[in-house]
């Protein structure tokens, strides 16, 4: 494949592939500074198909989620671009200001995954819905203040870009209703779907004030035992 290509992309080919190598081994020279190296063996790189089928369950919709935005962005810009080249110009530099806004909505998303998931290792499940709240709270009243500056600022910010008076009025036009619709950007991000196989249920066993937590399994209907990594509180009073 390098050599069907031209010297600048050769350059660039293997300048990328030498980035990478250095990357490897120095993730290599860490690991083996640390105490993970006495869990390494050659059993830890064979593909394990159970957690594999986990993430493609998981993984699958979020990733059609982002091909259908994809797809929506070339049929907005199809529809556009029969109003002319500047209505064209005018939604390609709203749509930058609309993204230098979803930037720390999509950091977010990041944090809650990866908060989420060192929680839920922890089996502490109720901190992974204080999360999910905390989350779509701030992330939901970040984007009302931004859509607030976006309503009344289009103009502005899209004329950082052009001084075409046709384009700015048609990206301006995107910016407003794209403000109206930005707080439902944090609950598409940060809610995905998963597979909703266990629940955590809250029980009083004969109506006493005292309540226990456990994990049932909703494919038998049965409660998952401690000894198998299930989740369950002892008894308190409530």
């Not at 030498?18 to 081994?25: E, N, R």
């Not at 990733?63 to 049929?75: D, E």
């Not at 907005?76 to 029969?82: D, P, R, S, T």
């Not at 979803?102 to 060192?118: E, F, K, M, R, Y």
Request: proline content about 3%; aromatic content about 14%.
């Amino acid at each position: 494949f390098i050599i069907l290509v031209s010297n600048q992309e050769r350059n660039y080919i293997i300048l990328h592939l030498f980035s990478q190598l250095i990357g490897t081994v120095y993730l290599a020279y860490k690991v083996n500074l640390c105490e993970l190296r006495k869990y390494l063996n050659i059993k830890c790189f064979i593909p394990k198909l159970d957690l594999l089928e986990d993430l493609f369950s998981q993984a699958v919709p979020i990733m059609f989620s982002m091909l259908f935005i994809g797809v929506g962005i070339f049929n907005i810009l199809y529809f556009i671009g029969q109003f002319g080249e500047l209505a064209t110009a005018g939604y390609g530099a709203a749509l930058r200001v609309e993204q230098v806004f979803l930037l720390p909505v999509i950091g977010l998303n990041t944090a809650v995954l990866s908060i989420g998931g060192q929680n839920f290792g922890a089996k502490e499940f109720y901190r992974i819905k204080e999360l999910y709240l905390k989350a779509l709270l701030f992330g939901c009243s970040f984007m009302v203040a931004a859509g607030i500056i976006l309503f009344f600022g289009a103009e502005f910010f899209v004329s950082q870009f052009t001084n075409n008076s046709e384009a700015i009025y048609h990206g301006a036009i995107y910016l407003k209703i794209a403000a109206l619709i930005g707080p439902i950007y944090p609950v598409f991000f940060v809610t995905g779907r998963a597979k909703w196989d266990r629940a955590l249920i809250a029980l009083s066993p004969g109506g006493s004030d005292a309540d226990t937590t456990r994990e049932i399994d909703l494919t038998t209907s049965k409660f998952v035992e401690p000894a198998a990594g299930g989740f369950a509180l002892p008894k308190a009073a409530k």
